[in-house]
Each structure stands twice: as structure tokens, then as C-alpha cells.
């Protein structure tokens, strides 16, 4: 198969899924069963694609870059620039052809489910419809081979994110979700886009790979790497907002109003792991102060996110914040270095995270079903407390569900040990190389609240009894098309997908395939820095390794503990925290302090403006009109005073002198000749000295 | 012989300019207000007349006593001739007036004032 075929098949894969949403957008209603089985078999097909791509790249061409583009605007030799013209097109390396499976794979087992989860909706075929519109955007994002495009399809997945989440917008909370989650990915997208701004001044193109060769020779932003260090930070923040990093975390958790697959597509393995593949992509120019924020951002993100994640009571709040300690993970793991590790874990948290939100709505789906054949409107569906006990009622759930903890947990046997023990090696080697022993430390320690939280998610769910008997028999296992994905999500989720030796995937064919790009900032001394780091890594290995699988052990054994044999009293482990377990709990008051600060200090501007406007803008508008008015007034009255009155005082002045000179019209022509008379006389009188 | 019968006035022994003057000023007035006067137009028509020839004997005189170039003669036959046109003239008009409104009193006749 030529690289021809395989462009061609990646332009198939990108425009199938706009195809299919806008017949599902204009002909949804009218199609048979609303144009599910299009929506759906058309990603089937483009999942066919994704792999035969994959396998062919993989074994035929595994260390080329295919990129077919056209000019789309030439400016020609722009006076003072140079030569300016903008490109499009795509590219097909090994970390875009592993994306587009991931995309597609995920994005066709969440049709699948939502088939079963999304029954009977008011809007099913418009839900399928923008399925399809966030599937394009999304692979648009990682087909791309430049900043432009990136950009816009970076936009369109905050679109049909937003389209998505508020899916129920006659429900407040979804439609503010929907709000919050666009408005706070616009204000990263805002960094994101000076940023490429910055690159696109100083290199006139936004072709990647052009960028990439200016760097190379030297060509730096305003001939200062301080220059490239802000365009690098300023590119990750759009990385921040979509990938829901501190600080712009926030909407995540408020975008699980929308319906449970969504959340499993967008706000687990897609839209989300967007900003970890434009680290990825923009790797090779960030510095390494650009790096090193990254690096933090991301530890603060994960801490963060399994703080948070261990009070909660909302299944899909849990793994809402678990994805983001997960995606802060990533972020982390690629500011310091370890690329590879990275990016593996993004593509096996995937997998297990997309597999966690699907299985928990299975057991949303379950739960709501049993209490809607009770009349029960008051008791939420969502909230772990209500559930207990599931084990039996949803073995196949049960099961899957366990399977996924597993992997999120880094229990070894699953993918995510794998990427798990990758990354903590990866940070052991960069603080052995850089002096930063905090970022380990604190990864560790979040590998451990992994465990533990995830392990009490599945335990209060799963585990021991319902917690109200009455409705236990209505809990029935979900049908058949909701749960082979998570089966197919749960193989997916093994080991042996990703590597043969399940202690190591070094050995794996993703990292033969996937490898640490060079930098190509000419301060980072790059083969250098790069063998010691790989160095430390290695030595580090086996004890990140011994150290994960301790840790994750000691997470869950006291999980097990507290929440299952019941030995500790959760209750008394709340008091015993104390204000530790209400800041956690609140979601360390994050949403209260923009509400105080940005929404507040918006509202107060707002309010301002407002009055501003109401008094001095409408002040000066409702002045000028009164000064009109009254100007108005005053020629009104000038003109029927002044000028009527002369108009009128000449009439009268010619009527009173009509009047007196009709009195010497008398018709008589004899008075005429003594009138006559008299003015000769007087002319002769007057003119007489002359 | 010489009859001396009285010192005749200075004025009158020798007549000049001056007296043909008056008359013509007096005949002038008397014509004037013959034609302001008068009711009935015929009389009105006579007082024009005599502004007329009160005009003729200024000529005269003035041609009498004056070294004026002024062909005087000619200019008196002319009004006289004149004179004779507008009396026809004028008559037909009255004759005109008479049949339009049953009058010759020129006072009747006002329609020039509507």
C-alpha cells in the first residue's frame, strides 16, 4: 500500500464522520431508527480505516512523515516580510496514525453504547448527529499538520463540547455546564491563539514542520528565547483550557451534566487528551522553562484532581476528577521529558477511563431504570450512597468496572501499570537529572490516592449491600450494545495490547513506534540531555516500578479497609481530617473563589458599565435630546414670534398703507388731476434751486 | 399835440413779457379750475381748452420778447391743431360715456376707481 492510499484513506476518516452529521443533522428525524446505524457504522468504518493505517505505517513505513497539502492563501512577497503563505493539509507520523485509532475507536464504541444509553431521547438523532461533528473536529485536530487548522478544529471540538454537554438544556445545570465549559476553554484558547501568533510573525507560515526547521537554523522569536519560552507557555494554555489543567479545571466536573457517553468520549479520551497531543505535537519547540511550567502544572492538576476526587459522592463527579488528575499526569509527563510515557498513557487511559465513564453509565442507566419503575424522583441516581450491591444484579459491569479500576489503579497485568510505572520512572529521572525531587514525591503519592479512591468508588458502588432493599430487584445488567464496548474497552485494557513483558512496555511496539522527539531549541543541549535522561530513567525503573506497585497496594488495602470491612469508621476519618475533609469536599473552593473573583469582579464590571451607561451614557443621550428639545422650543417660538411676526407686521404694513392710500383712489378724475397738480407744484418746489 | 391826460403806470405804458404772462397765468388758473370744478365734461373739455391756449400765449410771448431759437409759431398752430384732435376726440368720448351711463357728470362716472 502506497503513502498515497493511506493519505487518501486519512482524508476518508476526517470527512466521514462531517458527512454523517450533516445527514443526521437535516434527514435525522425522517431516516429509519433516526440514523443511528449511520452515525454509527460510518465510524465503524472509519475505525476500519484507523487500523489498516495503523498496521500499515507501523510495519511498512515506520519511521516516515507522509504530509500531502495545498497553498490555500499565497500572499506572494508581502513589502518588508517576505514571502507569506498559508497551508493546508495533513500529516501521518506514528503519534498522529495511534491517535486517529484511539479517536475512532473510542468515538465508535460510544455510538455503540449510546445506542442502548440514549434510547427514547427527545433529541437521539441530533445527539448522533453531533457525535459525528465532534468525531471530525476531533480527528481534524489530529490529522492536522499546522497551527491554523489546529486552531479551528480546536474551536470545533469546544463547539460540539459545548453542542454535547448541554444535550438536556432544558435542564439549568446542563446549559450552565455547557456555558462554563466553552467560556473556560475560550479563555485558554485566547493564550493559545496569541501564541500562534507569535510563531506566525516570526516564521510566516504555520506549518509545523517549516516552524520546526526555522527553529532548527537558529530563526527565534524577536531573536530572544525568552520569546519562544512565552510562545510555548502561551500554546499550552490552550493545552490548560482543553485539557482541563489547573487552573481552568473547573468545567470538567460541571460538564458530567451531560449524558454519561459524552462524558466518556469528550471529557475522558478525546476532546481532553487534545491538549496533552498538542504538547505532544508542539514538543520539540518548548523550552525548558517552558517545560518546567508544564511540568508543574500538571503535578498541581494531578494533586489537585485526587484531592478532590476522594470525597466525592457523585460517580461520574469521581472520575471526573480522576480524569484530571490522569490528565494532569500526562501534562506533567511530558514537561519532564518522559514523551513516550506520556502519550502511552493517554492512549491507555483512554481505553480504561472511556471504560469507567461507560460502566458507570451502565449502572447510572440501571439505577435510574429501577427507580423510575418506583416512582422515586427525589432520589439521585448519580450519588454512590444510594447504590451498594451492585455486584450481583450487573456482574458483566461488575467485572468490566473492576477490570478498568485495575488499570486507572496501576495494578500490574493492566495497560495502565504500564503507563503508569513509565511515567513515575520518568519523573524519578528527571529529578535525579534537574534536582526536582518534589515532582516524584507528589507523583507518587497521587499514584496512591488513585488507588484509594477509585478502589472506594468501586467498593460503595459494587460492593456490599443496596442501600435500599425495596428497589433492588428492579436493577437489571444493561443490554447487550452497552455492555460489548465495555468488554471490548476491558480487553482493551489488559497488558498484552500494548506489550508482551507486562513489567515493562519498553519493549512494547509503542515505544519502537512512539519516540522522544528532539528538541530543536537550540539551548537545549538535546543529545546530551537526552541520553542522561534516558540514563536516569532506566536506572530509576526498577524502583518506580516496586515502589508503583507498593504504593497502589497500600491504596487499595486501605480503601478495602475503610470501605469494605468496615475496620476504620469513614465517619471518623472525616472528623479526624476536619477542615482538610471539608476543603477537599468542596472541591477546594475553587468554583466559590472564580465565582468571588472572575464571575464577581465581572458582574461588578458589568454592573458598572451598566450604570455607567444608564447614567452617563443615557445621561448625555437624554441631555442632548433635552438640549434639543429645548432648542427646538426656542426656534419653534422664534419663528412663530420673530419671523412670523415680521412676515405678518409686512402684510399689516401693506395692508395699513393699502389702507390709507385707497382713500386718494377715488375714481374721480378730477381729484387725480389736483393730486396732480399738487405734486408738480411740490416737485417744482423741491427741484426749484437745482 | 400831446394829449396828457394822466401819467399812465410804467407798467402799462409799455407792455412786455410780463404781461402776457399773467394773462396766460390767469387763463391758465382759470381753465385749471374750470376742469377741477365743473361737473359736467363738456365744461370740463372748455377748461382744457383754455390750459391749452394759456400754453399758446406763453409761446407767443416768449417768441415776442426773447431771443430764444424757438420756433413758437409753428409749436402754437401745432396745439391748435392739437387742440382741434383732442376736442373731437374728447367729444366722441363723452358721446361714448353719455350712451354708457345716461350722464355727462364726470362725478358719476367712477368706474376707474373698482
Redo the contacts between chains.
Sequence with gaps: MTSDTLIQFALYILFLPLLGFLLLIFFGKRLPRQGDWIATGILGVTLLLSLIILFVKLLSYPAETFISQFTWIDFGDVPFIGPISVELGIMLDNLSVIMLVVVTLVSFLVHVFSIGYMQGDVRYSRYFAYLGLFSFSMLGIVITHNFLMMYIFWELVGLSSYLLIGHWYEKKTASDAAKKAFIVNRIGDAGMFVGIMIIFVTFSTFTFEKIFDSIAVGTIPFGSEAWLTAAGILIFCGAIGKSAQFPLHTWLPDAMEGPTPVSALIHAATMVAAGVYLIARTFTIMTGDALMVITYIGLITAIIGAVIAITQFDIKKVLAYSTISQLGYMVMALGTGAFTAGFFHLVTHASFKAGLFLGSGSVIHAMHEALHKKHDHQTDPQDIRNMGGLKKKMPVTYLTFLIFTLAISGVPFTSGFLSKDEILAGTLGFASVTGHYLVPVLAFLVAGLTAFYMFRLLILTFHGDHADSSRENDIHESPGVMTIPLIIFAALSLWFFYSFNPFGASSGWFYAAIERPMSVVPSVVQPVAAEVFKDAVHHAHTLAMVLSILIAGLGILFAFVVYHFRRVDADRLKNAAGPLYDFSYNKLYFDEMYDRSVVGGTMGLSNLSKWFDDTIIDGIVNGSAAITRWWSAFTGRFDNVVIDGLVNFSAYFTGFIGLILRKFQTGKVQTYIVFVIFSIIVFFFIFRTL | MTYCIAQIPQWLAEPGLTHFLVISAILFSLG?LA???RRNVIM?LMGIELLLNSANINFIAFARYTTLALDAHLIALFVIILAAAEAAIALAIVLNIYQQFSTVN??EV?????
Excluded: K
Design positions: 385749471l376742469v377741477l370744478t370740463v364726470v362725478d367712477s368706474t376707474l376707481r373698482e
